[in-house]
């Protein structure tokens, strides 16, 4: 294969499998706050969490990497639900400069916990043999965990489309995303929505973070770290926007990895640019609707 050719396809395939681990992180982040008008800033903290639990049940209890990743989503989004009631929901009236000290103060606190439980030197985990080699597409070998992960993010996106297009809580999850005073008036159960949601989301976030140990690493930072590219994700895509959280971790993450191809010193820069040029052109988001 011709030497630019190759390196177009490698950038396009490692921006399109960072782009899907973005996106599966990201979206309950779009979902929530869209949902609940609550500025979560302690999303990635459950990224983390779920990075943990899957590192906890691999090496101590010797569980499998995909049980693990299934035990990741379903422990962090139980313990999600309680949080939600007692720390969440006494300041969803409250202004957005207590929603940030709240959540940030969430943030450091998870820090400081997995910090005190896990150390702070990176974990690591054995993969399974079909994830560590490489798969032959005929014209180009590619790496087998990022081919695993790209696919995970196209069954996440089919599986929350049909979830939130072709079922009642979907339905009732759109309704009260585009006007919750109206759901509520029509007697849909939107306290009740903000805990399912929220414990999706947080599932969500946590499988992510068991995917991202072998693609971005783990270490307790890892809640801040990154907490950035995924408010960059929702902002561009459209809180509350399915369809745009996927787009724009897609576009995100190909623009990142190419800037990082192109410019290795430059960092995060691209993404970054292209998020102020992306929302310069469309203030809302790709697919948000214009707040009055």
Do not use: C
């Amino acid at each position: 294969m011709n030497p630019v050719l190759n390196a177009a396809v490698s950038i396009l395939f490692d921006g399109l499998a960072y782009g899907m681990l973005l996106f599966i992180i990201s979206v309950g982040l779009s979902i929530t706050m869209g949902l609940m008008g609550f500025v979560n800033l302690a999303h990635g903290a459950f990224a983390m969490a779920g990075g943990y639990v899957t590192v906890s049940l691999m090496n101590l209890l010797g569980v499998p990497f995909l049980p693990a990743l299934g035990g990741a989503f379903v422990i962090v989004a139980a313990v999600s639900m309680p949080i939600e009631r007692l720390i969440y929901l006494p300041l969803y009236r409250a202004g957005e400069l207590d929603q940030v000290l709240l959540s940030i103060g969430v943030v450091f606190m998870a820090i400081a916990g997995a910090t005190f439980v896990w150390g702070s030197t990176p974990p690591s985990i054995r993969m399974p043999d079909f994830l560590t080699g490489q798969v032959d597409l005929g014209f180009k070998t590619f790496p087998a965990y990022r081919t695993f992960t790209i696919g995970v993010g196209m069954a996440m996106i089919l599986a929350l489309w049909l979830g939130f297009e072709r079922t009642i809580i979907g339905a009732k999850i759109r309704a009260a995303v585009d006007n919750r005073a109206m759901a509520q008036a029509v007697g849909i159960d939107v306290d009740r929505l903000f805990v399912v949601t929220f414990a999706l989301g947080s599932g969500l976030a946590a499988m992510g973070g068991g995917l991202a140990i072998e693609i971005v690493g783990l270490s307790p930072p890892f809640a801040i770290q990154y907490l950035v590219f995924f408010l960059i994700v929702v902002a561009v895509g459209g809180l509350g926007s399915i369809r745009g959280a996927f787009v724009a971790a897609i576009v995100l993450g190909i623009i990142d990895t190419a800037g990082k191809y192109l410019w290795p010193d430059g960092g995060a820069f691209f993404i970054y640019a292209a998020a102020v040029l992306l929302l310069l052109v469309k203030p809302w988001g790709l697919f948000g609707r214009e707040q009055t």
